[in-house]
């Protein structure tokens, strides 16, 4: 390697120490940018299975990429079907598998258009898309180069979410301290529950937290009876809802069953709803009383 390309790989030192995720795709894209690239777009899938997105460079080419993770898991097995030494280049026969999963405006023939996906532990974090500025591909060594660093790229941001993960683990735990403590104190009911799904919020990182009740009158409707709601979703939220057969309130109060919807544009028809309320996932779980 030359004195760039050490460069390049020793910003990744400085890239691991950026706290915001944005920031940290962003300046890989401008890295190699910098390296000698036209334009990269790098995409990193995060917790919410939500992509985030950083962009560096110009180009006359413009793409994108379906939205929900059903189709980038699509999109992920053509490229993968298309990969040599670890690149996929956009030929006509991988855009014509793509369609519509990835869409280009302009002439691809003009420049080689370059797709790496940022695998961790055989796990896919991510997807860089390059466009080289040249219409043929690169030659084996920038090949290998740039797979390389795509690897200690992806390795970074799979540290990162571990180290999160954790992070959260220890929150969480804290939490269920602070709930058993509110509940030592016998305070009312109404004024438990709020500081219950105050803090439930804060350690999840979630946008809003809900807490329901079944109507005694009329079990198929379900009433919020505390809420702690960040204000980050504009969306008007009810405060009554009927339980729809097969979703999630009802696989929640019904059976007993604590439910994760990873990606809302993903659930059942009846699901989508939700995503009218302003949320891009939910996670909903049962709360047992003890008889007697």
């Known amino acids: 390697m030359d004195s760039r390309d050490v460069r390049l790989f020793a910003g990744l030192s400085r890239i691991a120490e950026i706290e915001s995720l944005q920031e940290r795709v962003l300046a890989i894209a401008r890295d190699l940018v910098a390296w000698g690239l036209r334009k990269v777009d790098v995409r990193i899938i995060d917790d919410w299975n939500e992509v985030v997105r950083g962009e560096a460079g110009a180009s006359p080419l413009s793409w994108e990429m379906a939205p929900d993770a059903a189709a980038r898991r699509r999109l992920f097995q053509a490229l993968a079907a298309f990969e040599e030494d670890g690149i996929s280049q956009a030929c ?3 855009l014509e598998r793509s369609a519509p999963l990835f869409t280009i405006e302009g002439d691809a023939r003009e420049s080689c258009l370059l797709f790496l996906q940022l ?3 055989t796990r896919t974090v991510g997807l860089v898309i390059i466009d080289s500025g040249y219409p043929e591909p690169p030659d ?4 290998a180069l740039l797979r390389a660093y795509c690897d200690v790229a992806a390795t970074l941001f799979d540290n990162e979410r571990s180290a999160q993960r954790v992070r959260r683990e220890a929150e969480r735990s804290e939490v269920l301290a602070r709930i058993g403590e509110l509940t030592r104190r016998s305070l009312d009911r109404r004024t438990m529950l709020e500081h ?3 803090h439930v919020r804060e350690a999840f990182k979630a946008a809003r937290c809900v807490f329901y009740e079944r109507d005694k009158a009329n ?3 379900v009433h919020v009876v ?12 009810p405060k009554t809802h009927e339980m729809v057969p097969g979703g999630y309130l009802e696989a929640m109060l019904d059976r007993g069953q604590t439910v994760a919807l990873e990606s809302l544009s993903e659930a059942a028809p009846h699901e989508r709803r939700v995503r009218s309320y302003g949320m891009r996932a939910v996670l909903a779980g049962p709360i047992h009383a003890l008889e007697g």
Do not use: M, T, W, Y
């Not at 084996?140 to 090949?143: D, K, L, Q, S, T």
């Not at 204000?231 to 939220?237: D, M, Q, T, V």
């Open 226 to 237: 505390a809420i702690d709601d960040a204000k980050s979703i504009r969306a008007p939220f």
């Open 140 to 143: 084996r060594e920038i090949g």
């Open 92 to 94: 006509g026969a991988l």
């Open 219 to 221: 079990p198929r409707l």
């Open 196 to 198: 219950v799904v105050g």
């Open 119 to 121: 695998i961790a532990a």
